[in-house]
């Protein structure tokens, strides 16, 4: 598949419907507290998608014979993505809790990821160091997100400073160039050699989304779980996953941040 790179107009619909996402993802932290269900918060992003005129794009999606039944990912301590919602997950004061949420508006996909420990309580230093580090490294990789520069350098810039932590990379899981369909090209790492991939350009956009757990190695794979999505970090207590959506802009231009899963906060209350 080709890298497309986006018309005004399609930036003005991709930027829209980011910031609606960002503001359903705030919400959704605000719910986020002890004794609450992660089904419960489902349901919530369901109806939120559904107020601004869009659809959730995991629902329904199909890898190979399996296919997504929920609204949102909601993983827990050491599952890394795609933890399924249930009515039986009840979050808990110190959980480390990832929220990933998608929706389809307008003809275009909007992506976004955050994670929070519930009520200011995680349960160790080292938790809580896993999330304070995916928060900056997605920052590290929108700071490398210049035109003229390449992939390598975003997925670099995310590595040298995850692994500076002694924590590491999920390797199964990578960002990616978003626009009508919500995988394209370019694929964008969390892990490489600066200089290397793809070109970036002016009218790219991007979806950049560090995934780090607390294992023994630099990099890592996931275990899947029976229910075919849950992918936890083995050997890990806790894994963090951050999301933003990021145009690339002209040559000596900041890329414009076009929705944000990393919040000023890295808990929720």
Not at 31 to 38: L, R, Y
Not at 169 to 179: C, D, P, S
Not at 184 to 189: A, K, Y
């Amino acid at each position: 598949m080709a890298i497309k790179l986006k018309s005004p107009a399609e930036i003005e619909i991709l930027r829209e419907n980011a910031q609606l996402l960002q503001e359903i993802l705030q919400r959704l932290v605000e719910e986020a507290k002890a004794g609450v269900s992660t089904l419960y918060l489902d349901a919530l992003a369901g109806r939120l998608i559904a107020e601004v005129g869009g659809r959730p794009s995991f629902k329904g999606y199909r890898v190979g014979r399996h296919i997504y039944p929920a609204n949102i990912c909601t993983s827990l301590n050491a599952e890394v993505v795609h933890g399924i919602p249930r009515a039986d997950r009840v979050l808990q004061p110190g959980d480390v809790l990832s929220i990933d949420i998608g929706m389809i508006r307008r003809g275009f996909c909007a992506d976004l990821a955050t994670t929070v420990i519930i009520e200011d309580t995680p349960r160790s230093a080292a938790d809580l160091l896993v999330v304070q580090t995916a928060h900056e490294a997605l920052w590290e990789g929108i700071r490398a997100a210049r035109a003229g520069a390449r992939v390598g350098d975003i997925a670099h810039a995310i590595q040298r400073y995850v692994n500076s932590r002694g924590l590491s990379i999920v390797t199964n899981f990578v960002g990616h160039g978003i626009g009508r369909q919500m995988h394209e090209e370019p694929q964008v790492p969390n892990y490489g050699s600066p200089g290397q991939g793809p070109l970036l350009r002016d009218g790219l956009v991007i979806c950049i989304e560090p995934m780090v757990a607390n294992s023994e190695k630099d990099l890592i794979e996931v275990e899947v779980q029976e229910d075919h999505w849950t992918a936890v970090a083995p050997g890990a207590t806790a894994a963090a996953h951050f999301e933003a959506m990021v145009r690339i802009r002209a040559a000596g231009e900041l890329p414009e941040l076009l929705g944000c899963g990393a919040f000023e906060r890295v808990s929720s209350r």
